[in-house]
Antibody, heavy 124, light 107 residues
Framework: EVQLVESGGGLVQPGGSLRLSCAASGFIFSDHYMDWVRQAPGKGLEWVGRSRNKANSYTTEYAASVKGRFSISRDDSKNSLYLQMNSLKIEDTAVYYC???????????????WGQGTLVTVSS | DIQMTQSPSAMSASVGDRVTITCRASQGISNSLAWFQQKPGKVPKRLIYAASSLQSGVPSRFSGSGSGTEFTLTISSLQPEDFATYYCLHYKSYPLTFGQGTKMEIK
């Protein structure tokens, strides 16, 4: 059974940093791209960024709203995905989800499984 | 960046109704589109990928169509459990972008 479990959310002051984790199980994590998606309270979904797999050199992509402040990394030996968030702004307040993504060049697995989300609150 | 415009932003319908939600891309995205359903306090659930491929386990009353810039999600006979918010997502290029959502309410 595919499972994604996020952790690391909490309350942080503007300008602060936080690191989210996503623990994956039930599938070959190292073969998949992985994504982060967020949802501000009462708002819609926003794609945050993507980590490609080892075969694609673990390269990353980001939304303009977080580029230069957020960084995605992964540890395939621990089946874990990370989101390092720096210079946090009030508008970064949201539930952050990790999601399984592209596998083997096919988009059939993209966003088929999501974690339960972790809440990040940026406030003074 | 490719913008996704969903319509309507909200709608009310009755059980048994046939409903259609539209998503328009600001430029052609071939069939690189997915649809999601999200209920309050719950995780988004993928319904459709590649514009018209039904996710395993999703009822056949859900269907997707379209290519290029215009896409539709159709629910052939609305059920009580279908009242939720629906989002489209393009994945043709970076950044990926979601539509703003369509909130489906009970009439």
């Amino acid at each position: 059974e595919v499972q994604l479990v996020e952790s690391g959310g909490g309350l942080v002051q503007p300008g602060g940093s936080l690191r989210l984790s996503c623990a994956a199980s039930g599938f070959i994590f190292s073969d998949h791209y992985m994504d982060w998606v967020r949802q501000a309270p009462g708002k819609g979904l926003e794609w945050v960024g993507r980590s490609r797999n080892k075969a694609n050199s673990y390269t990353t992509e980001y939304a303009a709203s977080v580029k230069g402040r957020f960084s995605i990394s992964r540890d395939d030996s621990k089946n874990s995905l990370y989101l390092q968030m720096n210079s946090l702004k009030i508008e970064d307040t949201a539930v952050y989800y990790c999601a399984r993504s592209v596998y083997g060049g096919s988009y059939s697995d993209q966003f088929d499984f999501w974690g339960q989300g972790t809440l990040v609150t940026v406030s003074s | 960046d490719i913008q996704m415009t969903q319509s309507p932003s909200a709608m009310s319908a009755s059980v048994g109704d046939r409903v259609t939600i539209t998503c328009r891309a600001s430029q052609g995205i071939s069939n690189s589109l997915a649809w999601f359903q999200q209920k309050p306090g719950k995780v988004p659930k993928r319904l459709i990928y590649a514009a018209s491929s039904l996710q395993s386990g999703v009822p056949s009353r859900f269907s997707g169509s379209g290519s290029g810039t215009e896409f539709t999600l159709t629910i052939s006979s609305l059920q009580p459990e279908d009242f939720a918010t629906y989002y489209c997502l393009h994945y043709k290029s970076y950044p990926l972008t979601f539509g703003q959502g369509t909130k489906m309410e009970i009439k």
